[in-house]
């Protein structure tokens, strides 16, 4: 197949992938010959009779697999965002070969020797020789053959696993969707939201990722309402097999590598280090979140007038905070609408904060006709790279939202960053793209991770951009949340679809005065998750689970955590996070990112909010670093201290 458009460097403007050209049956070829040529660049490393320097030895591997590195980015990212039957064959077969072929490199004893061989005086390389050193120990480099053995059976077993777990739940969203017969069950819903989920004379609901669907706080229906939830919760019940399987798979795994538990394996190579730090954190917060919970559920009770189930409580939080505040967040979304969100909010925050600009390439093309492609400036006008929004859900695109690296930056072959954000805005049938303000906020975080990898100026591809550890990687994207309801910017997007009008100064003040209601809410169902996450990981090798749903209602009670009216974010048999997404014993990433993040906020207000000079002291310090330094001196070179839990508890109503 000399026409496989993954054999060559794509020709289009900063390697953007030739979406138009690439079919589904030049994967699998890309991928063996990827896998092919990688391992033969890796055996001529490893068997090299030269003297080991970082050149020929570290440098040389970064520069290997090129062809391998193209297919799967491009692999992945269409397997998330635009998947298929095909697709999801290709990815059941791959999967595990991409795993075993990782091991034949990490597991490469001549290899080994050799990059412990290696020795340089250069600060940014002597960083990323320890990175691949970590690398090679952590994979089991330094095991018996007997241990390296059983340590590739479980990572291929993972691995399917993994895949399988993420195929279900796909399926899951829309098999196992509410489906009503009359439009009246759907009471709550505008016209718009009613015909945009209008099929075959019925109306389908699809599942997102989480518990709380979207629907619940808006659908009058109780009785619908409890069907969604149930729906919700119930779903994608063959993946409560597959959660057991993996997590004691991973726990067998951690033992045969030196770790009590796969948690400990997991945070021993992120900015916390220890199990105890982060359950010291966590610990912090478990007793406040649950009494302010507690509180609200009594004031949702009495607003609705008997006792509320956990169907109930996104609807009459929203009574309440309407009541309290005299807020209602539906009236805000005829301000959001999509595009000018993006472009007089999103881009607009960025260009006063860091100078620069974007440029709409109609002539450059996605993987999908929804998708839109961009070419950023710095403020000198010399290109900085391409960032592509993919805004829609569809029965095809995974859950959530999330940001993907195309091409990563890096000096060492020249490559400018092509990054992406995905969102699952639902697509109307006619008419404008009205948001919520969750769905801004989103918008906001997720651009967070684009600038992340867009400032980049590492050397090398291995620490460029967003390759930090899991509990950092969060962190930027948050603190760029914070431009969402800043005035200036604020003002220059929210302004009415129809009239152009700005949103209304009082409606601006309601918001942000009801922003702490419901805290106790949001942080008692992102806690419950990350403990539930904690204690499938903290198994050790040898223990066994007989029921997966048991053990999750008993793991929330020794945590503490457990309460009937707000379950986890996440529960097993959905938590995609941690059984398919790569957030296993790291879902506390998040709120880990939220100390930094609220620190960096103060920063912020206490040096003047919206100026140039922050947005450079910022991009200079902390983002333009990527991996390429420890992450936490980043932070101390930005911040000017240490981190402190203070500023979150304040932030959450915690305090």
């Given amino acids: 197949m000399a026409e496989n458009p993954f054999f060559a460097s794509s020709s289009l403007p900063y390697q953007l992938p030739p979406f138009e050209e690439i079919r589904e049956e030049h994967y699998l070829p890309a991928f063996e010959r990827g896998m092919a040529e990688h391992l033969a660049e890796v055996d001529a490393i490893a068997n090299s009779t030269e003297?080991?320097?970082?050149?020929?030895?570290?440098?040389?591997?970064?520069?290997?697999?090129?062809?391998?590195?193209?297919?799967?980015?491009v692999f992945f990212s269409i397997a998330a965002s635009d998947s298929t039957d095909g697709i999801m064959a290709i990815e059941t077969e791959v999967s595990p070969k991409l795993t075993k072929h990782s091991d034949e490199v990490r597991l490469n004893r001549a290899l080994w020797e050799r990059v412990k061989r290696v020795a340089t005086e250069d600060a940014e390389e002597a960083w990323l020789l320890?990175?691949?050193?970590?690398?090679?120990?952590?994979?089991?480099?330094?095991?018996?053959?007997?241990?390296?053995?059983?340590?590739?059976?479980?990572?291929?077993?993972?691995?399917?696993?993994?895949?399988?777990?993420?195929?279900?739940?796909?399926?899951?969203?829309?098999?196992?969707?509410?489906?009503?017969?009359?439009?009246?069950?759907?009471?709550?819903?505008?016209?718009?939201?009613?015909?945009s989920i209008r099929k075959d004379g019925k109306y389908v609901l699809p599942l997102l990722n989480f518990t709380n669907q979207p629907g619940l706080a808006q659908l009058t229906n109780r009785e619908t309402r409890r069907r969604l939830y149930t729906l919700s919760v119930e779903r994608a019940r063959p993946n409560l097999?597959?959660?057991?399987?993996?997590?004691?798979?991973?726990?067998?795994?951690?033992?045969?590598l030196g770790f009590p538990s796969h948690a400990a394996y997991t945070v021993a190579d992120q900015t916390a280090k220890t199990v105890d730090a982060v359950e010291e954190m966590l610990g912090q917060l478990v007793g406040p979140a649950v009494r302010n919970a507690k509180k609200e559920a009594e004031a949702l009770a009495e607003q609705a007038g008997f006792a509320i189930e956990p169907w109930?409580?996104?609807?009459?939080?929203?009574?309440?905070?309407?009541?309290?505040?005299?807020?209602?967040?539906?009236?805000?979304?005829?301000?959001?609408?999509?595009?000018?969100?993006?472009?007089?909010?999103?881009?607009?925050?960025?260009?006063?904060l860091y100078g620069v600009t974007f440029t709409e390439r109609p002539d450059l093309k996605g993987y999908h006709a929804d998708v839109t492609v961009f070419e950023v400036f710095n403020e000198d006008?010399?290109?900085?790279?391409?960032?592509?929004?993919?805004?829609?859900?569809?029965?095809?695109?995974?859950?959530?939202?999330?940001?993907?690296?195309l091409v990563d930056q890096s000096y060492l072959f020249g490559d400018k960053p092509v990054v992406m954000n995905n969102l699952n805005i639902t697509k109307p049938a006619s008419g404008p793209t009205l948001l919520t303000y969750d769905e801004v906020n989103t918008a906001f975080h997720e651009f967070g991770h684009a600038l992340h990898g867009l400032f980049s100026e590492a050397r090398y591809p291995r620490v460029s951009g967003t390759n930090v550890p899991r509990d950092f990687v969060e962190y930027p994207s948050q603190v760029n949340e914070m431009w969402t309801t800043w005035p200036e910017?604020?003002?220059?997007?929210?302004?009415?679809h129809e009239s152009g009008?700005?949103?209304?100064?009082?409606?601006?003040?309601?918001?942000?005065?009801?922003?702490?209601?419901?805290?106790?809410?949001?942080?008692?169902?992102?806690?419950?998750?990350?403990?539930?996450?904690?204690?499938?990981?903290?198994?050790?090798?040898?223990?066994?689970?007989?029921?997966?749903?048991?053990?999750?209602?008993?793991?929330?009670?020794?945590?503490?955590?457990?309460?009937?009216?707000?379950r986890p974010r996440y529960r097993t048999n959905y938590f995609a996070h941690i059984f398919s997404g790569g957030y296993s014993a790291g879902y506390y990433s998040y709120i880990w990112s939220e100390v930094l993040d609220a620190e960096s906020v103060e920063w912020f207000k206490e040096n003047g909010g919206l100026k140039r000079e922050n947005g450079d002291h910022f991009r200079k310090e902390l983002l333009s670093r990527g991996g390429g330094m420890d992450p936490l001196t980043a932070f101390r070179n930005f911040r000017g201290r240490d981190p402190r839990i203070e500023p979150l508890l304040k932030r959450r109503g915690l305090d």
């Fill in 312 to 352: 109930d409580w996104s609807f009459y939080a929203e009574k309440v905070r309407e009541a309290r505040y005299d807020f209602d967040a539906d009236a805000m979304r005829p301000y959001f609408e999509l595009n000018r969100v993006f472009k007089d909010g999103v881009f607009h925050a960025a260009t006063q």
């Fill in 241 to 256: 097999e597959l959660a057991v399987r993996m997590a004691t798979l991973r726990a067998e795994r951690a033992a045969l």
């Fill in 51 to 73: 003297d080991p320097t970082f050149d020929n030895t570290i440098a040389a591997l970064e520069r290997s697999g090129q062809i391998l590195n193209r297919t799967a980015t």
């Fill in 489 to 496: 910017i604020l003002a220059n997007y929210a302004k009415h």
């Fill in 501 to 566: 009008e700005p949103m209304p100064a009082e409606l601006v003040e309601k918001m942000r005065a009801a922003e702490k209601f419901n805290q106790g809410f949001m942080t008692v169902e992102y806690l419950a998750a990350t403990l539930l996450d904690w204690a499938w990981h903290k198994l050790a090798a040898g223990e066994s689970v007989e029921d997966a749903e048991a053990f999750e209602a008993a793991a929330l009670e020794a945590a503490q955590i457990a309460f009937p009216l707000v």
């Fill in 381 to 405: 006008g010399s290109a900085l790279g391409l960032f592509l929004l993919d805004p829609y859900a569809r029965p095809t695109k995974r859950g959530g939202a999330w940001m993907n690296n």
């Fill in 130 to 195: 320890e990175k691949y050193r970590d690398d090679f120990i952590r994979a089991g480099a330094d095991l018996g053959e007997q241990e390296q053995a059983r340590l590739r059976e479980l990572n291929e077993e993972l691995s399917r696993l993994s895949t399988e777990f993420s195929q279900n739940l796909l399926k899951a969203s829309t098999e196992e969707a509410l489906v009503v017969d009359d439009a009246k069950e759907l009471d709550g819903f505008d016209e718009a939201k009613i015909e």
